[in-house]
């Protein structure tokens, strides 16, 4: 019993350690990309994650760094209309910011 305890301690503190987008950044997953911009404004960085993938990073709050990597039907596009989240991450410090 102890056992159990001390893990489920570790896991609890683990969690703690990144914050995952809660259910309101959350439903941006699989919206246009051009929806985070209004919110957030542009992202600070975007790079090609390879089959066919883009990630984009904002890093107006702070500490706050917000994540999303994006798909699109059309390659090679600038739009940022026409790439579709598919995940959404955000550290930690981002609640505050919130």
């Given at each position: 019993m102890r056992r159990l305890f001390v893990v489920l301690l570790a896991l609890s503190l683990t969690a703690c350690a990144t914050y995952r987008a809660g259910q309101v950044d959350d439903a941006y997953i699989r919206h246009p990309?051009?929806?985070?911009?209004l919110k957030l404004g542009p992202p600070t960085t975007r790079f090609d994650a390879g089959?066919?993938?883009m990630a984009f990073q904002w890093l107006n709050y702070g500490e706050c760094s917000r994540s999303a990597t994006a798909t699109t039907t059309?390659?090679?596009s600038t739009s940022l209309a026409d790439w579709t989240v598919e995940s959404w991450q955000e550290t930690r410090d981002c609640a505050a910011a919130k």
């Open positions: 990309v051009s929806e985070v911009v089959s066919g993938r059309k390659p090679g």
